[in-house]
């Protein structure tokens, strides 16, 4: 049972060891720390962690990054944000759905989960958590069906998916400029705004692969999860068949990281439509990276 879900991006810049003294956007942390305290609030059973990795596997709860990995000067070992050396940091040996995880060997977390493990340790959250990576090839159907079992069982479970948007907004940016990115990111904001899961489950993986966008099979982790037999968030009602955006009503415009009005909702407003209730607490693209943080919960019923 699905009672909250989070999204956060997982840039290497979120790790406070690897960006030295200066405080590389701050408010991008400050809406990550906020989305998992909320998740936190919800008294969830377990967390499970969800982020693209190079292959699907289930990893050991107690692994943490290794930040040596993305910075030469830091410690080669895997430290938890506390200071804690865990002292087991390898996948636990199976994949979500019973095989064996390919790919995935000894050594530190995969990036995405690893900051999904160490926002969890920043917020002081010691329950039981489960880390699952999502392989950057798999297939929609596969995302899908990985969410369907982890919104199974009785446990109050809240979902932490971990994963950006394109890379590719600016000429400044990681894949250098494509004219495709803006309008791709616009749909994963307009789904995320409208509760209207759905559509993520409509994005195509060759573009989001050309477009360097991590986080589609996380979030389409997260569709299978709320949109599986019609059940919801906390085993409410689904949304409509999968449903995608209607032709743009949610936006008016089109731009949205830069600050566009949306129609229906307020910019950092929770979402009006579907039968998630969400609110955005970040949206930007810094360093030509699209990076959105939002707070996932099921509507209150009369």
Request: charged residues 20%; aromatic residues 2%; negative net charge.
């Amino acid at each position: 049972m699905i009672v909250a879900a989070a999204l956060c991006a997982s840039p290497p810049l979120l790790h406070p060891a690897l960006t030295g003294r200066d405080t590389v956007v701050p408010e991008l942390r400050a809406a990550s720390a906020e989305a998992v305290g909320r998740l936190l609030r919800e008294d969830p059973e377990v967390i499970v962690v969800v982020g693209p990795a190079p292959a699907t596997g289930e990893w050991d709860p107690d692994g943490r990054l290794d930040q040596a990995a993305f910075a030469p000067g830091a410690a080669s070992r895997d430290v938890a944000a506390n200071g804690a050396v865990p002292s087991d940091a390898v996948p636990s040996g199976t994949a979500p759905s019973g095989t064996a995880p390919s790919g995935a060997g000894r050594g530190s977390l995969p990036l995405s989960l690893g900051l999904g493990a160490m926002l969890l340790d920043q917020a002081g959250y010691r329950g039981p958590r489960r880390l699952i990576a999502v392989g950057q090839a798999e297939p929609t159907d596969a995302c899908a069906v990985l969410g369907a079992e982890l919104a199974t069982g009785a446990l109050r479970t809240a979902l932490l998916v971990m994963g950006d948007g394109s890379a590719r907004r600016t000429l400044k940016a990681p894949g250098h400029l494509d004219p495709r990115a803006e309008p791709f990111d616009a749909r994963v904001e307009q789904a995320i705004r409208a509760g209207r899961l759905g559509a993520l489950l409509e994005l195509d993986e060759a573009l989001a692969r050309d477009l360097m966008a991590t986080g589609r099979p996380a979030w389409q982790v997260l569709a299978g999860a709320v949109l599986d037999g019609g059940a919801g968030l906390d085993g409410g009602a689904g949304l409509d068949g999968g449903a995608g955006l209607d032709g743009g009503d949610v936006l008016d415009g089109g731009d949205v990281l830069d600050g566009a009005a949306l129609d229906g909702a307020a910019l950092n407003g929770p979402g009006s439509d579907g039968a998630i209730a969400t609110e955005v607490l970040y949206c930007d693209d810094p360093f030509g990276v699209a990076y959105l943080v939002a707070c996932l919960r099921p509507r209150l019923r009369s």
